[in-house]
């Protein structure tokens, strides 16, 4: 676990060492250690404390690469709930699900469905340099429906929400300066202000408003991103 988990101070309800807070919702877990195809290693808890504490700990056994990762609702003036995941093997400035193993995310997927975590939440990454980064969501919840019935409005809401959620984490971020134990309330200047406005003057009314409004979120997203590179 030393070798994975960062050295940093993480805020679980209060500054501790992501470490401890790794503990708190790992320690006694009664769920069994899943090992897949002899190589995928998900050992999980549910039994956090206090926040609705969940986390786990993934290891690729045959090429050692190893993540964690921990789930709460914070009360520190941030988004909330949040997934934070983890890995001292991971420096880069920006970060996108499908950068990471196809097997993590597939193992991710199944976590959170068996651990009742929300498909569509604040994602965040603690890298090895100490640095809380977005893990921006890429996933298109209507690519199933594109080569058959093609996308409906509940999926498309889905890439909305997810555009809005991981737009809000960057913004929070950049508040507090990618601390991984940042805490602020969320204060949403006039820029940005000014930009939602311009958002839905440009969307509303268009036939195609939902992917309208995705880009320019996704777009929007990036801007901040790179402010605090």
Not at 91 to 107: G, I, K, M, T
Not at 111 to 123: C, L, M, Q, S
Not at 171 to 193: C, E, F, P, R, S
Request: with cysteine.
């Amino acid at each position: 676990m030393k070798a994975v988990i960062p050295d940093c101070i993480f805020h679980y309800g209060w500054d501790m060492m992501l470490a401890d807070a790794m503990e708190k919702v790992l320690a006694g877990s009664k769920i069994p250690v899943q090992i897949r195809d002899g190589r995928y290693l998900m050992a999980s808890g549910r039994s956090g404390p206090y926040l609705g504490g969940r986390g786990f700990l993934w290891i690729d056994l045959h090429d050692g690469v190893a993540l964690g990762g921990v789930y709460f609702h914070p009360t520190n003036g941030e988004p909330t709930p949040t997934v934070t995941i983890f890995s001292r093997q991971v420096r880069e400035q920006s970060l996108r699900l499908r950068q990471l193993p196809p097997a993590f995310a597939e193992d991710l997927s199944q976590w959170a469905a068996d651990a009742n975590v929300p498909a569509v939440t604040t994602r965040y990454f603690i890298t090895g340099s100490n640095r809380k980064i977005l893990l921006e969501h890429d996933e298109d919840y209507c690519a199933q429906l594109r080569a058959t019935t093609g996308p409906t409005d509940e999926c498309e809401k889905r890439n909305a929400d997810a555009a809005d959620i991981d737009m809000n984490a960057a913004y929070y971020l950049d508040q507090t300066h990618n601390a991984t134990n940042g805490t602020a309330w969320m204060i949403v200047g006039a820029d940005q202000k000014s930009w939602l406005q311009l958002r839905d003057n440009t969307c509303d009314g268009r036939a195609d408003r939902l992917r309208c409004w995705i880009r320019m979120t996704r777009d929007r997203t990036m801007v901040i991103m790179n402010l605090q590179h």
